[in-house]
């Protein structure tokens, strides 16, 4: 085992740096970020950042970076107040990476990384067709985290669009099986595997598989 | 496809709803927090909400529930303004679910699940020896989530024990070859496969494998 010193981390190669800080919290959750602007251009964005906030109201933040980057996706979210979230399987891994180079604000990602834009008449922005799970989610919370400006958009499911195929008796719905992606570091994609499901643990019994 | 409107989502049966909600964002990263008490007791507790806030500093996000559980774990960052994260290898997997049950605040979850704790000197807050990825974490920030009374903590690696064959060139820590586990729901977990690692995507170039 190595270790490493806050200034091991602080003098590593500024990339060699982003590279090993984006490894660290374990895999992580990929999704598309579908928005749309004031003038009804819409955007794709590929984010790793999403996390779960609360299961009632159904609640999901997601970070931004504090410099230009994906800067087209809080801008449009902050004005239309809606957004979609869209999971990512292995046939579009190709095109969901791709949608991470900067294009200017005037192209369309769906359309240059080959990716179908699809609508609803709930949400403004536009979902990724190809996408298993789709998510429609409304702007509840913008918030600043001062240690280094990022800022964390918190918002709420409001539709749901997933393959019924993968939805179990007791609500938990079988990303595996639909072959939902994970990410590690910024580039590094991935299927999984089951080891198995835990029944709820008590401190007077053993936990089951269920 | 399904579609689930908000309506829908409400009206669901309350575990029914947070095993739903807690599918949607994605695979999540695991990791068990280690912490320890005014009385030198230490904790050790499940969590499935770490995310990425920045490489440098490198800041990484937990949330925390606003009701009674977990409550150790944030009292205790609180108060020693450090803790750990570990990552989980299929092995671990058990002990690290047991650890979700309410011990009393007394009880050291690493005696209870069978896990050794394992400290350096720059770290108060115990570490799981078996985990092939220890990060020692220090408080930067509490943020408090007003639509749902949910506390986001921000804190800043200062410490990573890794194991060095996972640690590439670039930076990258590959994951997969430390068996790092990931989870969907709250207790579904899973060992991933490569599909593959690209490039960096440029507007002007298809990206490739690395």
């Known amino acids: 085992m190595k270790t490493f010193s806050t200034n091991d981390i602080e003098n590593m190669e500024q990339r060699y740096r982003t590279t090993f800080i984006n490894s660290m919290s374990g895999f992580k959750s990929l999704n598309l970020v579908g928005t749309i602007n004031e003038q009804e251009k819409i955007n794709l964005a590929i984010f790793n950042s ?5 299961a009632n109201p159904a609640l999901l933040g997601m970070v931004f970076r504090p410099d230009e980057v994906e800067r087209h996706t809080l801008e449009n979210i902050l004005c239309s107040k809606q957004y979609t979230l869209n999971h990512v ?8 990476h791709q949608t991470s180079a900067r294009y200017p604000k005037d192209v369309s990602e769906f359309e240059v990384c080959g990716l179908t834009p699809f609508f609803t008449k709930n949400i403004i922005a ?8 789709k998510i ?14 990022t800022i964390i958009i918190i918002g709420q499911i409001v539709e749901v669009i ?22 590690a570091g910024v580039d590094a994609y991935y299927t999984t595997k089951k080891v198995e499901r835990l029944s709820y643990a008590k401190i007077d019994r053993p936990t089951l598989s269920i």
Chains 1, 2 share one sequence.
Do not use: W
Not at 126 to 132: E, K, L, N, T
Not at 136 to 149: A, D, H, P, R, T
């Open 50 to 54: 999403i996390f779960h906030v609360g």
């Open 89 to 96: 399987h292995p046939k579009m891994i190709r095109a969901a």
């Open 126 to 133: 536009p979902y990724v067709q190809d996408s298993r799970v």
């Open 136 to 149: 429609g989610m409304e702007l509840k919370e913008k918030i600043k985290v001062n240690s280094n400006n």
């Open 162 to 183: 997933v393959d019924e195929i993968a939805i179990e008796h007791d609500g938990f719905v079988n990303l595996e099986k639909l072959e939902t992606c994970t990410v």
